[in-house]
C-alpha cells in the first residue's frame, strides 16, 4: 500500500510535497511500530526461595510463571554482594572498583561512582529510549544515573524512587513496598513512553526482602507492612497476604535450624510473597497478548545475598548465588541453564537488545573494560533440562543434613584442570557501610570435567569480618551471637568465632560441586596447585585489566595500619594540636 501511495502522490503533486508525505508516512510507520522495551525486576537482599528454586513452601506463583516462559539460571552470580556497588555494577557494566562505587551510596561521606559512569539509563535515553525507575535507587550521581522519569520531584513522573538523593522525602515503603501504588505508576510510565511513540526501559527496584529499618512495628521484614493491625487484612488492594509458620518453612544448610532463625524465615516468605505479587501486577502490564508483550524483555534479579550470617556481604555461596530469570520474546522457555553468568552480563545484553553500541570513554583516565558478555545466545539456545515439576531443588535450599561431614571425596588424585578458554566469572568487593572496610576478590570457574571451583582472595585477611547494621540487629543473627555468648551449640553449619575472627585465610579455594557448602578449604593441597596457581592468576589479570586499585596492595603497611591504627590516630590528633599550638603563638 505505502509504494502504490507514494507512487500516486508522485504522479499528481509536486517533488516537494511528495518528499513531505513520504517523510511523514514513515514517521508514522515508525511510530507505530513497536520498539524493544526492557523490563528489569529487582529484588533487594534476595534468596533462592522460590518454587522454581525448589521451594514448596513459598508462593511464588508469578515468579514461576514468568519462568515457564524464560530461561532460568543456576549459576547466576552478583559481582559484589552489597547495594550500592551491586546495582551500580549492573547499571554500568563495571566492576565496583572500576565504576568508583566502593560501598553503600552516602550523600554525607560523597560516596558514590566516579563522574562520567556511563549507565543502562544514560546510554538507552541516548539512543532514544523513554527510561524510568519504581521503587531502590540508591545509586548517585545522578549524572551518571538519569533515569528520565520517576526520579526528579519536578520532573515526568515525580518522586517514585527511594534511597534517593534526588527524591530524600520519599516514603520508601510507598513506592518500594506498596505493590498496587507501583502497579500505578508503572502504567503511567509505559503510557508515557509508548505515548510519545518511544522504547522504554522500566527499572523495578522491589525493597521487600531487605531487613526493616522502620522499628519493630512493621516486623523484621517489614512484613506486617500493609496489614491492619486491627482487622489483619490488607491494606493495600493488590496484595493478599500469605502468613508462614515457623514449623513449615524450609531450613537451608547455611542457616541455623532454631526457633529464632525459624521465625525469621517465616517474616522473610510473607515479604517475599508481596513482592511476588508485585512481580504478577508488572507481568499483566507487559504480557498483554499483543505488541507490547511481543516487544519487551523481562528480567527478574536480586541484587545480593539474603540478609543472613553467610549471605549478603559474603562471596560464599549464600551471599554471591542469585535467582536469574530472563524472558526474551520467540525465546525458548521453562528451561533451565547451568551456564556460569554475573550480573556484569546484563549491561551488555540489554545494549545488544536494543541495538546499542557498547560506550567506549576513560575514567580516571584509564579506558574502560567491559568484562560481561551478552546473554542473548545463550537464552535464545534450548536449555537441556525442564524447569519445572522435575523436583528439582536449588543447592541453596538444601538442609545441613544433606552435606557431608567432610568433604572428602572432593576429586580425587588427579582433578581435572580449567581449560585455557574456560569461562571464568570475578567479583569484587570493598566494603558494605562505610565502617566495614574488608576488601575481597573472587573468581569462579569450570573445570574441563565441569567442576566448579570458587577461589575467594581475602585482601586484609588479617582484619575481622565486618557484620552490616541491619543483620547485625536481626533476630537470626542476634540467636548466633547469643548462642555463641553463652557457650551453646548455634545449630549452625560453620564456626561462628571463626566466622567473624582473625584471620580468615588469604586465600579459600573451594570445589563447589563436591562441597557446596565450602567447608574445606584446598588452597593449601598439593593436588589442586594447579587449579591455585591458575585461579589466582586470574584474579591478577583481571586486577590488571580493570584497573583495580587494589592490585599493588602493600601487606607490611597494611598490617601496620590495621594493628596500630589507635597510635596513628594519637600521633596525628598530636600534629593537629601542635600546628595549632604553633598558629596560636604566631600571632601572638
Not at 465 to 491: C, E, F, K
Amino acid at each position: 500500500l505505502l509504494p502504490r501511495l507514494l507512487q500516486h502522490s508522485a504522479s499528481s503533486m509536486g517533488s516537494w510535497l511528495a518528499a513531505a508525505l513520504i517523510f511523514a508516512l514513515v514517521a508514522l510507520v515508525s511510530a507505530s511500530a513497536p520498539g524493544k522495551n526492557i523490563l528489569f525486576l529487582l529484588e533487594d537482599d534476595g534468596s533462592m526461595d522460590l518454587g522454581v528454586y525448589g521451594n514448596h513452601v513459598i508462593r511464588t506463583p508469578n515468579v514461576d510463571r514468568m519462568a515457564a516462559r524464560s530461561s532460568i539460571f543456576t549459576s547466576a552470580y552478583t559481582h559484589v554482594s552489597s547495594c550500592s556497588p551491586s546495582r551500580a555494577a549492573l547499571l554500568s557494566g563495571l566492576p565496583s572498583h572500576q565504576n568508583g562505587m566502593y560501598g553503600l551510596q552516602d550523600a554525607r561521606t560523597h560516596f558514590q561512582s566516579f563522574d562520567h559512569v556511563r549507565s543502562l539509563p544514560n546510554v538507552l535515553a541516548k539512543a532514544g529510549y523513554i527510561t524510568g525507575i519504581i521503587g531502590k535507587y540508591h545509586v548517585w550521581p545522578l549524572a551518571d544515573f538519569n533515569f528520565t522519569w520517576g526520579n526528579n520531584p519536578n520532573g515526568p513522573g515525580g518522586c517514585q524512587s527511594g534511597v534517593s538523593s534526588a527524591c530524600p522525602d520519599t516514603d520508601y515503603n510507598f513506592v518500594a513496598r506498596n505493590i498496587t501504588n507501583m502497579r500505578k505508576q508503572a502504567a503511567s510510565f509505559i503510557e508515557y513512553a509508548e505515548s510519545r511513540g518511544k522504547p522504554w526501559f522500566l527499572y523495578v527496584g522491589f525493597g521487600d526482602s531487605h531487613r526493616c529499618v522502620d522499628g519493630p512495628d512493621y516486623g523484621p521484614f517489614c512484613e506486617s507492612y500493609g496489614i491492619d493491625k486491627k482487622t489483619n487484612k490488607s491494606t493495600i488492594p493488590d496484595w493478599e497476604p500469605a502468613i508462614y509458620s515457623p514449623d513449615e518453612v524450609i531450613v537451608p544448610y547455611w542457616i541455623q535450624d532454631t526457633p529464632a532463625a525459624r521465625s525469621d524465615i517465616a517474616a522473610m516468605y510473607t515479604a517475599k510473597n508481596r513482592m511476588d505479587q508485585g512481580v504478577g501486577l508488572m507481568l499483566d502490564l507487559v504480557w498483554d497478548g499483543g505488541s507490547r508483550e511481543a516487544s519487551t524483555l523481562a528480567m527478574y534479579f536480586a541484587d545480593n545475598g539474603a540478609p543472613f550470617a553467610a549471605g549478603k556481604t559474603n562471596f560464599y555461596e549464600p551471599g554471591a548465588t542469585e535467582p536469574l530469570v530472563v524472558h526474551v520474546p520467540g525465546a525458548p522457555g521453562g528451561g533451565r541453564r547451568g551456564d556460569l553468568v554475573t550480573s556484569l552480563d546484563f549491561f551488555p545484553t540489554l545494549l545488544e537488545w536494543a541495538g546499542v553500541a557498547l560506550p567506549s570513554y576513560s575514567l580516571m583516565g584509564m579506558k574502560v573494560a567491559y568484562k560481561g558478555r551478552s546473554l542473548l545466545p545463550l537464552v535464545r539456545a534450548p536449555a537441556a533440562k525442564e524447569a519445572l515439576g522435575d523436583g528439582y531443588v536449588h543447592p541453596l535450599l538444601q538442609p545441613r543434613s544433606s552435606l557431608p561431614s567432610r568433604p572428602a571425596s572432593v576429586h580425587a588424585l588427579d582433578p581435572a584442570p580449567i581449560g585455557a578458554n574456560a569461562t571464568m566469572i570475578f567479583h569484587s568487593f570493598q566494603l558494605h557501610e562505610v565502617q566495614m572496610y574488608y576488601p575481597m576478590r573472587s573468581v569462579h570457574a569450570r573445570a574441563t570435567d565441569g567442576t566448579l571451583y570458587h577461589l575467594i582472595y581475602n585482601i586484609a585477611h588479617y582484619l575481622p569480618y565486618p557484620i552490616a547494621s541491619d543483620l547485625w540487629a536481626a533476630p537470626a543473627m542476634q540467636d548466633l551471637i547469643n548462642r555463641t555468648r553463652a557457650g551453646v551449640d548455634t545449630h549452625w553449619y560453620r564456626n561462628f568465632s571463626a566466622y567473624l575472627g582473625v584471620p580468615r585465610p588469604e586465600y579459600e579455594l573451594y570445589d563447589v560441586s563436591a562441597d557446596p557448602a565450602e567447608l574445606r578449604n584446598l588452597a593449601s593441597e598439593g593436588t589442586y596447585a594447579d587449579i591455585f596457581g591458575t585461579l589466582q592468576a586470574a584474579v591478577k589479570k583481571y586486577q590488571f585489566a580493570t584497573t583495580d586499585d587494589c592490585v599493588f596492595h602493600v601487606k607490611v603497611c597494611a598490617v601496620f595500619l590495621s594493628r596500630y591504627w589507635l597510635l596513628l590516630h594519637i600521633l596525628l590528633l598530636s600534629c593537629c594540636l601542635m600546628i595549632d599550638w604553633v598558629n596560636t603563638v604566631g600571632k601572638q
